[in-house]
């Protein structure tokens, strides 16, 4: 992953989130949504945001279809936003990497307790 790569992913990441948070008005949008993560390919024609929804499985699927049918929209914002020769098409991806750890923390803190540990 290039320098040009990594930069144009926070950029992505940062304008993806505000455009998601203040232009998207979709009542299928449930639950805590963040944009994790934005991976492009090198050409920077491609671009897949993983995002993680806090919430139930059912907000997820909501979300991420409420994130697929915006997907032209927001393209379009992103390529008013940002200065770049092609604005790349987004790919929206579940992120369950929050919910992972959180499962991971609270049996941590079962096995602490049975053992008698404070954590």
């Given amino acids: 992953m290039t320098r040009r790569n990594d930069q144009v992913n926070d950029l992505l990441r940062k304008e993806l989130s505000e455009l998601v948070r203040e232009d998207i008005n979709d009542p299928r949008l449930l639950g805590l949504i963040t944009i994790t993560r934005v991976d492009t390919s090198p050409d920077l024609k491609q671009a897949r945001a993983h995002v993680s929804v806090l919430g139930s499985p ?13 997907r032209m929209y927001l393209r379009r914002e992103l390529g008013k936003r940002i200065n770049m020769r092609y604005t790349p098409n987004i790919r929206f991806v579940s992120d369950t990497s929050m919910e992972e750890a959180q499962a991971m923390t609270d049996k941590l803190r079962q096995t602490a307790a049975e053992r008698g540990d404070i954590l």
């Fill in 58 to 70: 059912e907000d997820r699927a909501s979300t991420m279809e409420a994130l697929a049918s915006a």
